[in-house]
């Protein structure tokens, strides 16, 4: 009787579909209170809403103006080779890019990595057949399809609200041999939440198989927590399910550990004196060759890192706060991350 | 944990100060009830007169509906500034007559009354008018008596003989055509029962239909059997048993006549309002004029009433949607278009809302997925989406009404706009997430706009809507506390229900 074709087909999804929402909710209210885990209103209103100034958010939402902001500040980020503002500047684009070791376009203001697109260089024997361009999957990618994108962007496509946009072109990441294992294509990041300019909770997003190449948590990559005093991996998550080992690779998960982590939050701690906005997600990649470099800036940082560190963001925030009460001040970056790594080895949970 | 901004919460208060105290007021001193059952059912008419002005006085003058066997007057009431105006009680009709000595331009005229349809016993009944056979000559009188025989071939009863009759115009009878050319249904109607030695006459009549606006008058046919009255609609389209109406005039003169003017128009606009009886005893007795607090929506004409009937409900859907997005975490594709949805619905009536939208979002889907295809610019896209929309409502329209469907007609009042841009976010969503998330959105807005449709189009929640507009301020005070709501949204709890394990 259990194991009738219509019971397998119809009522074990049914009933895979149904145990999530089958949950002691007010357990689990709970339980996340005890864990000070953040919730969406409370991110919005008491950090979002009260650290970041509004008029702050175009520093951000623009990542042209991330860009120059961070050369300005001497803050390291992926070369620029152009920026599409115009829809007849488009053919241009062919000839700036030229000879290069793949590039990247994006959208100046998208968001949630909409948009974005990532252009290998051919190998040798794509190339005699008239082909220059790749995508991340190995297919080829024509001239067309490249001004196709420009032009999209151009035109809103990717932009809130569908406002028109700019393309900005910037050199292709080259993945730090320490993270080649780690990922099935496109490249490793590492999301840090910094507040007050303190380095709050620190996460790899390893895009896999399931996530199309994407870093994006909720389109299936993997997050992996990382102690912000060690750089090294505490937990790692998929689907919200907890994972050991990289689901294309195989590599164990658990020896992942961040090279240059000091230069990391040094970077990440930089953007929060850059811009002023107090509760910040920076986007750092590794370079093999430049070290890190910022990618991206995010006003309104997500909540999955809470998942994948299997911690609340609410106690770091709070001892920050009550510390700025305290002393006023926080002081330089190295003291900033110094309270941070300290207040994390003595409240370790 | 969650500090409440005080402020917000002060200001939330003295909202809900204010509202319950107008509510008590309505409640308390202008009488009306909580719940809806405890009412009568009134009818609250305006005629508004429209004219432009020639130079030199100007006289106005209107037929008021009299007193009939179907409905009972409660209260009448005129705006017409700088007019004076004298109420002429002839023998037959009553008339408004206004008249001024100069005007200017265009001008408007209105009257008010508020009709109760139920029996009214101390109502004269009408009188049956003196048979006068009218001549027909040549063609026409061939054709009018085959018509008439033909009517009087099915049944030889007065009530039945019209009725034939209405169907005989109604078909494409060729001898009941060429009576048509030279007049009105009505009027042929009229002039055959007459020859019959039926004594009819042709009456104007107003439909009621609540929240109606620039609504006409009809011209009905009063047929007299003995003692016996009955009315008819000549055009089939009404049911006099079904719905209901009110005789305006029935002494075969014009409703409205002007001196000193042209291109007078009279439409008509009615609102079906619930009365207590408790506050009809009071306005008897206290005079018309409404105090400040008393001066609410209900003092506006009654089109503008009618309007705000469905506007005032509208708070009531972005309540829904605020608690959906704070308290439970629903994702909706644009926030308000659930609540724009929901109001398509009101309209449309559910099943053919939800088929419409349906149609339309999924067809509009596939024609724009054609066009990402081609490098256009986003304005034009979206103009493209816009112009397959309103192809696609025609077509549906169109097909729907050759089934015999006119509920297919009701597609065009979605809000045209509304869905393109719902088409083309779903599209992108489409592309960049795929569908399971274009699904979870669109599903997260039909199921608020869905729940937004029941409590809207629930019978107390009108009435409270309507009549106390202090629910209002309370609409505001809980949309103030859920905008500095910190706590977790209930499907937060579902994404991090692992924490529970551990």
Same mark, same amino acid.
């Given at each position: 009787?259990?194991?009738?074709?219509?019971?397998?087909?119809?009522?074990?999804?049914?009933?895979?579909?149904?145990?999530?929402?089958?949950?002691?909710?007010?357990?689990?209210?709970?339980?996340?209170?005890?864990?000070?885990?953040?919730?969406?209103?409370?991110?919005?209103?008491?950090?979002?809403?009260?650290?970041?100034?509004?008029?702050?958010?175009?520093?951000?939402?623009?990542?042209?103006?991330?860009?120059?902001?961070?050369?300005?500040?001497?803050?390291?980020?992926?070369?620029?080779?152009?920026?599409?503002?115009?829809?007849?500047?488009?053919?241009?684009?062919?000839?700036?890019?030229?000879?290069?070791?793949?590039?990247?376009?994006?959208?100046?203001?998208?968001?949630?990595?909409?948009?974005?697109?990532?252009?290998?260089?051919?190998?040798?024997?794509?190339?005699?057949?008239?082909?220059?361009?790749?995508?991340?999957?190995?297919?080829?990618?024509?001239?067309?399809?490249?001004?196709?994108?420009?032009? +999209?962007?151009?035109?809103?496509?990717?932009?809130?609200?569908?406002?028109?946009?700019?393309?900005?072109?910037?050199?292709?990441?080259?993945?730090?041999?320490?993270?080649?294992?780690?990922?099935?294509?496109?490249?490793?990041?590492?999301?840090?939440?910094?507040?007050?300019?303190?380095?709050?909770?620190?996460?790899?997003?390893?895009?896999?198989?399931?996530?199309?190449?994407?870093? +994006?948590?909720?389109?299936?990559?993997?997050?992996?927590?990382?102690?912000?005093?060690?750089?090294?991996?505490?937990?790692?998550?998929?689907?919200?399910?907890?994972?050991?080992?990289?689901?294309?690779?195989?590599?164990?998960?658990?020896?992942?550990?961040?090279?240059?982590?000091?230069?990391?939050?040094?970077?990440?701690?930089?953007?929060?004196?850059?811009?002023?906005?107090?509760?910040?997600?920076?986007?750092?990649?590794?370079?093999?060759?430049?070290?890190?470099?910022?990618?991206?800036?995010?006003?309104?940082?997500?909540?999955?890192?809470?998942?994948?560190?299997?911690?609340?963001?609410?106690?770091?925030?709070?001892?920050?706060?009550?510390?700025?009460?305290?002393?006023?001040?926080?002081?330089?970056?190295?003291?900033?991350?110094?309270?941070?790594?300290?207040?994390?080895?003595?409240?370790?949970? | 944990?969650?500090?409440?901004?005080?402020?917000?919460?002060?200001?939330?208060?003295?909202?809900?100060?204010?509202?319950?105290?107008?509510?008590?007021?309505?409640?308390?001193?202008?009488?009306?009830?909580?719940?809806?059952?405890?009412?009568?059912?009134?009818?609250?008419?305006?005629?508004?007169?429209?004219?432009?002005?020639?130079?030199?006085?100007?006289?106005?003058?209107?037929?008021?509906?009299?007193?009939?066997?179907?409905?009972?007057?409660?209260?009448?009431?005129?705006?017409?500034?700088?007019?004076?105006?004298?109420?002429?009680?002839?023998?037959?009709?009553?008339?408004?007559?206004?008249?001024?000595?100069?005007?200017?331009?265009?001008?408007?005229?209105?009257?008010?009354?508020?009709?109760?349809?139920?029996?009214?016993?101390?109502?004269?009944?009408?009188?049956?008018?003196?048979?006068?056979?009218?001549?027909?000559?040549?063609?026409?009188?061939?054709?009018?008596?085959?018509?008439?025989?033909?009517?009087?071939?099915?049944?030889?009863?007065?009530?039945?003989?019209?009725?034939?009759?209405?169907?005989?115009?109604?078909?494409?009878?060729?001898?009941?055509?060429?009576?048509?050319?030279?007049?009105?249904?009505?009027?042929?109607?009229?002039?055959?029962?007459?020859?019959?030695?039926?004594?009819?006459?042709?009456?104007?009549?107003?439909?009621?239909?609540?929240?109606?606006?620039?609504?006409?008058?009809?011209?009905?046919?009063?047929?007299?059997?003995?003692?016996?009255?009955?009315?008819?609609?000549?055009?089939?389209?009404?049911?006099?048993?079904?719905?209901?109406?009110?005789?305006?005039?029935?002494?075969?003169?014009?409703?409205?006549?002007?001196?000193?003017?042209?291109?007078?128009?009279?439409?008509?606009?009615?609102?079906?309002?619930?009365?207590?009886?408790?506050?009809?005893?009071?306005?008897?007795?206290?005079?018309?004029?409404?105090?400040?607090?008393?001066?609410?929506?209900?003092?506006?004409?009654?089109?503008?009433?009618?309007?705000?009937?469905?506007?005032?409900?509208?708070?009531?859907?972005?309540?829904?949607?605020?608690?959906?997005?704070?308290?439970?975490?629903?994702?909706?594709?644009?926030?308000?278009?659930?609540?724009?949805?929901?109001?398509?619905?009101?309209?449309?009536?559910?099943?053919?809302?939800?088929?419409?939208?349906?149609?339309?979002?999924?067809?509009?889907?596939?024609?724009?997925?054609?066009?990402?295809?081609?490098?256009?610019?986003?304005?034009?896209?979206?103009?493209?989406?816009?112009?397959?929309?309103?192809?696609?409502?025609?077509?549906?329209?169109?097909?729907?009404?050759?089934?015999?469907?006119?509920?297919?007609?009701?597609?065009?009042?979605?809000?045209?706009?509304?869905?393109?841009?719902?088409?083309?976010?779903?599209?992108?969503?489409?592309?960049?997430?795929?569908?399971?998330?274009?699904?979870?959105?669109?599903?997260?807005?039909?199921?608020?706009?869905?729940?937004?449709?029941?409590?809207?189009?629930?019978?107390?929640?009108?009435?409270?809507?309507?009549?106390?507009?202090?629910?209002?301020?309370?609409?505001?005070?809980?949309?103030?506390?859920?905008?500095?709501?910190?706590?977790?949204?209930?499907?937060?709890?579902?994404?991090?229900?692992?924490?529970?394990?551990?």
């Amino acid at each position: 009787m259990m194991s009738t074709p219509i019971y397998n087909r119809l009522i074990t999804p049914l009933k895979k579909r149904l145990t999530p929402w089958c949950i002691p909710y007010f357990k689990v209210h709970t339980a996340l209170k005890k864990k000070g885990i953040m919730g969406m209103n409370c991110r919005n209103i008491r950090y979002i809403g009260r650290y970041n100034a509004r008029k702050l958010y175009p520093l951000v939402d623009d990542k042209l103006k991330t860009k120059k902001l961070a050369m300005v500040n001497a803050v390291n980020v992926p070369d620029l080779l152009d920026v599409v503002g115009e829809q007849h500047d488009i053919p241009n684009i062919h000839a700036k890019v030229k000879g290069t070791a793949g590039f990247c376009i994006k959208p100046a203001q998208g968001s949630g990595g909409k948009g974005i697109l990532v252009v290998l260089p051919a190998d040798a024997d794509a190339q005699k057949e008239g082909v220059s361009w790749l995508r991340t999957n190995g297919k080829p990618l024509s001239q067309q399809d490249i001004e196709r994108h420009l032009s +999209n962007i151009l035109a809103g496509i990717f932009s809130l609200g569908g406002k028109s946009d700019v393309a900005v072109v910037e050199e292709l990441i080259q993945v730090d041999p320490a993270f080649t294992k780690y990922t099935h294509q496109g490249v490793p990041d590492l999301r840090i939440i910094v507040f007050q300019g303190v380095p709050i909770m620190a996460m790899m997003r390893l895009s896999c198989e399931a996530s199309k190449g994407k870093a +994006n948590l909720h389109q299936g990559a993997v997050g992996v927590g990382i102690d912000i005093a060690t750089g090294a991996a505490i937990n790692a998550v998929q689907h919200g399910v907890d994972i050991t080992h990289h689901p294309d690779t195989g590599q164990s998960l658990s020896d992942l550990v961040v090279p240059q982590w000091a230069q990391m939050l040094q970077l990440a701690c930089a953007c929060y004196d850059m811009t002023g906005l107090g509760y910040l997600g920076v986007d750092i990649v590794l370079d093999k060759f430049k070290g890190p470099l910022l990618l991206e800036l995010n006003a309104r940082p997500g909540l999955a890192i809470q998942v994948a560190n299997n911690a609340g963001l609410l106690p770091r925030l709070v001892a920050v706060e009550s510390r700025i009460q305290t002393q006023k001040t926080l002081g330089s970056i190295d003291e900033r991350i110094a309270f941070m790594q300290q207040f994390l080895t003595t409240h370790s949970e | 944990m969650a500090k409440f901004n005080r402020q917000v919460s002060y200001f939330a208060i003295a909202l809900c100060v204010l509202g319950i105290a107008l509510i008590a007021f309505r409640h308390f001193v202008s009488g009306i009830p909580f719940l809806p059952g405890a009412s009568q059912t009134l009818w609250a008419v305006e005629a508004k007169i429209q004219f432009e002005a020639d130079e030199g006085p100007i006289a106005v003058s209107f037929t008021l509906p009299n007193e009939h066997e179907q409905f009972v007057q409660v209260n009448e009431r005129t705006a017409s500034p700088g007019f004076d105006l004298t109420f002429d009680e002839g023998a037959e009709a009553r008339v408004a007559k206004w008249s001024i000595n100069a005007a200017k331009g265009k001008q408007t005229l209105y009257y008010l009354t508020e009709l109760k349809v139920e029996p009214n016993a101390v109502a004269l009944p009408a009188a049956s008018p003196a048979i006068e056979k009218p001549r027909f000559l040549g063609s026409t009188a061939t054709a009018a008596g085959s018509v008439l025989s033909d009517a009087n071939n099915a049944s030889a009863r007065p009530f039945d003989v019209i009725e034939a009759l209405i169907k005989a115009f109604q078909t494409p009878n060729q001898q009941a055509q060429l009576l048509l050319q030279k007049s009105t249904v009505s009027q042929r109607i009229v002039q055959l029962l007459m020859q019959a030695d039926i004594p009819a006459r042709e009456i104007d009549v107003l439909v009621l239909k609540d929240g109606g606006r620039q609504q006409p008058l009809r011209t009905w046919v009063q047929v007299f059997d003995g003692e016996a009255v009955r009315i008819f609609d000549p055009s089939g389209k009404y049911n006099p048993a079904k719905t209901p109406w009110v005789i305006w005039e029935q002494n075969d003169g014009g409703v409205i006549e002007l001196m000193g003017g042209h291109g007078a128009t009279v439409g008509f606009s009615m609102l079906q309002k619930r009365v207590p009886i408790v506050s009809e005893l009071r306005k008897a007795q206290a005079q018309e004029e409404p105090g400040l607090l008393d001066a609410s929506i209900h003092s506006l004409p009654l089109s503008e009433q009618a309007l705000f009937k469905g506007i005032l409900l509208v708070p009531v859907g972005v309540l829904i949607v605020v608690l959906m997005r704070t308290l439970v975490g629903l994702k909706t594709s644009g926030t308000f278009m659930p609540v724009l949805i929901a109001l398509a619905f009101m309209q449309t009536s559910l099943v053919t809302g939800l088929i419409g939208f349906t149609l339309i979002v999924g067809v509009g889907l596939m024609i724009r997925s054609y066009f990402s295809r081609h490098n256009l610019l986003l304005v034009a896209r979206i103009s493209l989406v816009i112009i397959s929309v309103v192809l696609i409502m025609a077509l549906f329209s169109v097909v729907a009404f050759r089934f015999g469907l006119s509920e297919g007609l009701k597609l065009t009042l979605f809000p045209m706009i509304i869905l393109s841009w719902t088409i083309e976010r779903m599209s992108i969503l489409w592309e960049e997430e795929g569908a399971k998330e274009v699904a979870l959105q669109g599903g997260g807005s039909l199921f608020v706009a869905l729940l937004g449709y029941m409590v809207m189009t629930n019978g107390l929640v009108q009435h409270l809507t309507f009549h106390f507009l202090g629910l209002q301020f309370i609409f505001m005070a809980i949309v103030l506390v859920c905008g500095s709501y910190t706590g977790y949204r209930l499907l937060e709890l579902k994404r991090f229900r692992r924490f529970l394990a551990n």
